[in-house]
């Protein structure tokens, strides 16, 4: 075998090397990226089913007007909101 040969199944070899290294790399992030997505699911799931917000409507303030009804909202979970804002919506038609 020749020189030049040899020079370049020694270089190939190299490459595979080189070629095998960057796909553990690259699978060894893709492992550390899924574990963090997961890691993140969780923390989402906990923390949308340990949130509990109850509305409790009080009394009507007029009798005619069933949108003169004050709620009361209440925060009966274990952590803590700031600044809560309350929206209304109604699907009926003003007229």
């Known amino acids: 075998m020749s020189k030049a040969t040899r020079k370049r199944q020694h270089a190939n070899e190299q490459e595979q090397v080189r070629k095998a290294s ?10 550390v990226v899924g574990a963090l ?8 799931i906990y923390a949308f089913l340990t ?4 509305v409790s ?18 925060n009966s979970g274990d952590r803590t909101l700031y600044d ?3 929206f209304l919506f109604s699907s009926q038609n003003s007229l």
């Open 51 to 54: 949130t509990k917000i109850t």
């Open 22 to 31: 960057l796909r553990k790399v690259a699978q060894a992030i893709g492992r």
């Open 57 to 74: 409507p009080l009394k009507t303030l007029v009798d005619s007007d069933p949108f003169s009804t004050a709620f009361s909202v209440a």
């Open 37 to 44: 997505g997961l890691l993140a699911t969780l923390i989402t």
């Open 84 to 86: 809560p804002k309350v």
